[in-house]
């Protein structure tokens, strides 16, 4: 049988650190005779944030930058959905790509649905129910408004069916599932961080926060704090540059056993989580890559989008309070055999494969 492909018009739309992971990975699966444009929104632009992660998963530069990093929600939102229509005059695509839940995936689909063209939500169906969370409502609309929607989980979808979606819903794994088995040989290779920051395996914690409902409030910053004064052993924390902000406007300093550094490149991000003995985060994609790992984690949330790695007994939701946060490093330690919940490394082929059948009629 011959099979003709027609060369698409495909933008993908990204702007912060998680969604270049993504992106690169289903870039990597996509055929090299299309027209592949990367629309970055400028949301994340210190080079540690953004161009070190095109460099190091070799994604194409952006063929548009924004610049739009900065502002507030409406701004943010509002100046990428103008730029995005923008682009989309301009170059005609036959196929619009979203990622994950930040403020450039809602304005991406806002800008894909109303001119028209199909749309696909990659991460669809994740849903913390927290409301106050602006990650949650840009899931919410950015699945509402998508014509193919690629679930990573079995309770992903399950979320998509209850709010009535029901058609073109995909159950494909996890696109960063991929990019950790993809890259970790690599960065197990290519990264020095553990020699520069003098680490033994297995003798520290490693811990991340940037959410802004524990660090944009003082009470919240200042438990976390605390309740990484209480654990008696090095902590390594890459300091996100909201967090670093914050750290300044509250006057908050962290204790002594925390070593504070910039944000780490992805390579080395994937040493650092291999050789913990602990992950403490409130970051999404950490949560799935402690798991896939076997590195137990304790997630400074009261819910979490990745149910399964709770359920499984390897995450451990501590909110944000300093008791339950020390406490827990003490006394959790997962027993349990790990399955594979994200998929075998294979969800960018399946994505790309379905879009590229509809978009030639099949
Ligand atoms: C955003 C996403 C969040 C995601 C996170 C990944 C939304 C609503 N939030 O949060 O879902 O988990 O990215 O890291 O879209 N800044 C810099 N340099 C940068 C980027 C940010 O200095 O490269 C500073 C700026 O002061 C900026 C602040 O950090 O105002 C917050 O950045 P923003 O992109 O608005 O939100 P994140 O907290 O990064
Ligand atoms: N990450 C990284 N360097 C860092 C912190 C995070 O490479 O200093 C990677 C991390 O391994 C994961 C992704 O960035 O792949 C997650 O980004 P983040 O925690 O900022 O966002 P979230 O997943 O919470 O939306």
């Known amino acids: 049988m011959i099979e003709f492909w027609r060369f698409m018009k495909i933008i993908h739309i990204v702007g912060a650190r998680p969604q270049f992971v993504k992106a690169a990975m289903v870039s990597r ?41 900065g502002g507030n929600h409406a701004e943010q939102t509002s100046g990428m959905l103008l730029g995005i229509d923008r682009y989309i005059e301009e170059i005609h695509p036959d196929h619009i790509v ?32 927290n409301r106050s969370m602006p990650e949650e409502i840009n899931r919410v609309v950015g699945d509402h408004l998508s014509n193919f929607l690629f679930c990573p989980t079995e309770e992903s979808k399950r979320n998509l069916v209850a709010e009535g979606i029901k058609e073109n819903v995909y159950l494909v794994g996890d696109v960063m599932a991929d990019a950790l088995y ?24 490693l811990v991340t926060t940037h959410r802004s409902g524990n660090v944009d409030i ?21 300091l996100h540059p ?18 504070l550094i910039d944000p780490v490149g992805y390579l080395d991000m994937l040493m650092l989580e291999n050789n913990a003995e602990c992950i403490l985060t409130d970051s999404g994609g950490i949560q799935k ?33 300093h008791e339950k946060i ?37």
């Not at 790990?338 to 294979?346: L, N, P, T």
């Open 98 to 129: 979203i990622y994950g839940d930040t403020n450039s995936t809602l304005a991406g689909a806002l800008a894909a649905s109303k001119r028209g063209i199909p749309l696909s939500h990659v991460e669809a169906g994740l849903r913390s129910f």
């Open 218 to 238: 003082k009470s919240n910053l200042k438990q976390i704090i605390d309740g990484l004064g209480g654990i008696d052993q090095p902590i390594i924390l890459p």
């Open 289 to 321: 890559e402690a798991y896939l790992l076997g590195v137990r984690c304790i997630t400074m949330r009261d819910e979490t989008e990745w149910v399964e790695t709770v359920d499984a007994g390897w995450n451990y939701l501590a909110g944000a309070d």
């Open 242 to 259: 909201r967090t670093k902000k914050m750290l300044k406007v509250f006057d908050l300093h962290f204790s002594e056993n925390v070593q």
């Open 29 to 69: 699966a996509w055929n090299s005779s299309d027209e592949e444009y990367i629309f970055h929104t400028g949301q994340h632009y210190s080079p540690e944030m953004s161009k070190l992660f095109f460099d190091e998963l070799n994604l194409q530069k952006p063929d548009r930058n924004l610049n739009l990093g």
């Open 326 to 362: 020390s406490k827990s490093f003490y006394d959790f330690h997962p027993k349990e055999h790990r399955q594979q919940i994200y998929g075998s490394g294979d969800a960018a082929d399946k994505i790309v494969q379905i879009i590229k059948s509809s978009l030639s009629g099949g």
């Open 182 to 205: 993809f890259f970790l040989k690599i960065a197990s290779k290519q990264s020095n961080i553990l020699v520069s920051l003098d680490l033994q395996p297995k003798s520290y914690c």
